[in-house]
Nanobody
Framework: QVQLVESGGGPVQAGGSLRLSCAASGRTFSDYAMGWFRQSPGKERAFVAA????????YYTDSVKGRFTISRDNAKRTVYLQMNNLKPEDTAVYYC???????????????WGQGTQVTVSS
């Protein structure tokens, strides 16, 4: 098993930046592909970005391409989501998740963090 803890969320004005971190413990971190998802009230949990075990392959939902960057540091057992030029519609609880391979469906991720709130004001 792997345990995940997100941090770095908070309030920010539109156009600002935040960097989310997700620290992993338990099994070997590099065994897992990692994903970021977000969920707003009344909406389903949605894919944001994913990265394979060594960082060579990265995927993004269209609405964040060019603004968000996913990265990982296997030595620190941490995955990051750098979010720039934030918009009010980015407001959500952001979750990191681990899977055996890169996937875009939340149902295919086995392990989840508790989430961190991001609130973007206009």
């Amino acid at each position: 098993q792997v345990q995940l803890v997100e941090s770095g969320g908070g309030p920010v004005q539109a156009g600002g930046s935040l960097r989310l971190s997700c620290a992993a413990s338990g099994r070997t971190f590099s065994d897992y592909a990692m994903g970021w998802f977000r969920q707003s009230p009344g909406k389903e949990r949605a894919f944001v970005a994913a990265i394979n075990w060594n960082g060579a392959d990265r995927y993004y939902t269209d609405s964040v391409k060019g603004r968000f960057t996913i990265s990982r540091d296997n030595a620190k057992r941490t995955v990051y989501l750098q979010m720039n030029n934030l918009k009010p519609e980015d407001t959500a609880v952001y979750y990191c998740a681990a899977s055996d391979r890169v996937r875009m469906s939340p149902t295919q991720y086995n392990y989840w963090g508790q989430g961190t709130q991001v609130t973007v004001s206009s």
